[in-house]
């Protein structure tokens, strides 16, 4: 099992930049795929960055070029670093670990509120 916490959201205004990061409650090493999601007001949960175990990334369209997914292994942290964010870019963001073993368990954190103002 492991626990999510996600952090470093808030108010920032277009074309700014923000660091989220999402610490673990145990090694991530061995986490299979660790991603960073999205929710807006009246919109279903998409994928916006995510990162496996073997140092492969994706990204959804919509961000390409402007955020970036890593991990450190020896923090137990993942980050999103999102540059050049747009008022579209509001919603809260959600960490997301899978973890392969018996069969595929996700674990969520409780979000962070991003909040980009025009």
């Known amino acids: 099992q492991v626990q999510l916490a996600e952090s470093g959201g808030g108010l920032v205004q277009a074309g700014g930049s923000l660091r989220l990061s999402c610490a673990a409650s145990?090694?991530?090493?061995?986490?299979?795929?660790i991603g960073w999601y999205r929710q807006a007001p009246g919109k279903q949960r998409e994928l916006v960055a995510a990162?496996?175990?073997?140092?492969?990334?994706n990204y959804a369209d919509s961000v390409k070029g402007r955020f970036t997914i890593s991990r450190d292994n020896l923090k137990n942290t993942a980050y999103l670093q999102m540059n050049s964010l747009k008022p579209e870019d509001t919603a809260v963001y959600y960490c997301?670990?899978?973890?392969?073993?018996?069969?595929?368990?996700?674990?969520w954190g409780r979000g962070t509120q991003v909040t980009v103002s025009s």
């Open positions: 997301n670990a899978k973890v392969t073993g018996a069969g595929l368990t996700n674990y």
């Open positions: 145990r090694s991530i090493f061995s986490i299979n795929v």
């Open positions: 990162t496996t175990s073997g140092g492969s990334t």
